[in-house]
């Protein structure tokens, strides 16, 4: 041990965190400590004031601090279209790239029979309500290209088929900019099945 048991278990928290091993928690954990006043402690109460604040959204999951959330509150997006993500970091980053601007329905995972994830774990039924409303006409899967999230988005394709919905995934390929000796297999085989005609 190289510090108090404070200042360990600061490390060991933060390497928790996605992208944080030991290392890079040691460095964190220094880094906020050499600064406490304008870091540490305006750190510790930003996050005392979210852990008390945030909430799922009982209407699509998303995280926010009210509910409905802000984009199920926005009468400027298209109530026909819903688009299902795993975790509300996918929603976050299909709203990054302002390309979509219907609602959204976050699972909460995917199909996993190795993890012991069922239909019951994830917000499927919920979706399927939600598919039954005169106002929707088309549900995009946007799904992980993993094993777990195709098979997820077949077991969801399943349960709309009498939903009276269009039930649509994202496109799988060869990305903007993307060389194809760079591509795993998967990607390339996913580009060549849904290749097209060319305008």
């Known amino acids: 041990m190289m510090a108090g048991g404070e200042i360990e278990r600061l490390i060991q928290l933060l390497a928790k965190l996605p992208g944080l091993g030991p290392r890079s928690a040691r460095r964190a954990a220094l880094a906020m400590l050499k600064r406490r006043d304008t870091v540490m402690l305006p750190l510790a109460e930003a996050m005392e004031a979210v852990a008390a604040a945030v909430l799922n959204c009982s209407v699509c999951g998303n995280l926010d601090t009210a509910d409905p959330c ?36 976050v699972l909460g995972g995917a199909l996993s029979a190795f993890q012991g994830i069922g239909p019951d774990d994830l917000s499927i039924d919920a979706l ?62 996913a580009a060549l099945r849904a290749r097209r005609a060319v305008a």
Request: aromatic share 6%; net charge negative.
């Open 70 to 105: 802000a984009l199920c509150r926005d009468s400027n997006r298209d109530q026909r279209i819903i688009c299902v993500v795993e975790d509300v970091a996918d929603l976050w980053a299909l709203e990054r790239s302002g390309a979509f601007r219907g609602r959204y329905h």
């Open 128 to 189: 399927v309500a939600r598919a039954r409303d005169a106002a929707v006409s088309e549900i995009i899967l946007a799904l992980n290209a993993t094993v777990e999230g195709q098979t997820t988005a077949h077991f969801i394709a399943e349960k709309l088929a009498k939903a009276g919905v269009v039930v649509t995934h994202l496109a799988h390929g060869v990305p903007m900019g993307g060389e194809l000796d760079y591509l795993d297999d998967g990607t390339l085989t």
